[in-house]
């Protein structure tokens, strides 16, 4: 089944909804004010925008996410949505999202004085907090009376976290990230405790494997993802729970003990610390 679902969340501020879970190609297209700012996320599979008769297109791939904002030309949507692919589209125009920031303008590039006229353009990686948000506008169990309500709060913190990012790590603002040495160092202290989620190393003992002090650890993990090196572990394994759950292939113990709790109980608690739900909840909301 293919689908669209807009959602107007306040005047100048639209959320979109994609799910084609058929095996064909849909086609999507819209008109899109030249003042609206586009947030495009890639939830799974893989999409395509079209531009100028299809003289130019961009791909929106897995786990990335585009912005789109040029003051001087329209850009309407026209997107292919690849087979069995989600994604969430959100417009927002540049007066309503320069008042949300307006004390903090300075720190949004585009929102800048200098730059507030100009065409802009990002891609980005799709983080952890962002895809729980995500994956929670494709499975949610409410009253149809309240989902207006539920997808503002979504919408809202989306861009919240889209712009909770760090500096550029090759920003002269960022002097630890601009040692080229030590941001590999931090990747691969990433790679480390993803790779070993069940039993992961102590900071100390991870420090040392990617030959760090333990302070440089804590510092750098936070400045490149944005979060401790065990807040994030947590969101991570949080998320690939959510997905071996989705797949139907696991129970809910044998989800637990694979992404490394010894006891159901606490991984049920830790599941709903996360989500708001217990596992078994979240697979009957699955089945509804």
């Known amino acids: 089944m293919g689908s669209n679902e807009e959602i107007k969340i306040e005047n100048d501020f639209y959320l979109i909804r994609f799910q084609n879970d ?8 819209r008109p899109v004010h030249n003042e609206l700012i586009q947030f495009h996320y890639g939830l799974k599979g893989k999409a395509k925008f079209v531009f100028n008769q299809g003289n130019y297109a961009l791909d929106l791939h ?7 904002y040029n003051p001087q030309k329209e850009l309407p949507v026209h997107l292919e949505i690849g087979p069995n692919s989600w994604m969430i589209s959100v417009l927002i125009s540049i007066k309503k999202l320069h ?34 948000v995500l994956n929670q506008l494709f499975h949610y169990n409410l009253n149809s009376s309240i989902k207006n309500l539920y997808y503002k709060g979504k919408g809202y913190e989306l861009l919240s976290l889209y712009f909770n990012r760090n500096e550029d790590p090759n920003s002269e603002y960022c002097p630890f990230l601009i040692d080229e040495e030590n941001l590999a160092k931090i990747k691969k202290a990433k790679e480390i405790i993803v790779r070993n989620m069940a039993e992961p190393p ?18 750098g993990f936070k400045q490149v993802y944005g979060d401790s090196v065990f807040s994030f572990l947590f969101d991570y ?52």
């Open 99 to 132: 008042s949300l920031f307006s004390t903090e303008a300075e720190h949004i590039p585009f929102l800048s004085l200098e730059n507030r006229e100009k065409k802009y353009y990002s891609e980005e990686s799709i983080s952890p907090s962002m895809a729980i």
């Open 62 to 68: 897995e786990e990335k996410s585009l912005l789109f």
């Open 22 to 29: 058929t095996e064909e190609t849909i086609v999507y297209q």
């Open 237 to 288: 394994k949080m998320e690939q729970a959510r997905k071996m759950l989705d797949s139907g292939s696991y129970n809910v113990n044998e989800v637990g003990i694979q992404i490394g709790y010894s006891t159901s109980s606490h991984f049920i608690a830790a599941f709903k610390k996360k989500f708001g739900t217990t596992p078994k909840k979240y697979l009957m909301s699955l089945i509804n």
């Open 202 to 219: 102590g900071l100390q003992e991870l420090a040392d494997l990617v030959g760090l002090t333990l302070k440089k650890l804590k510092v």
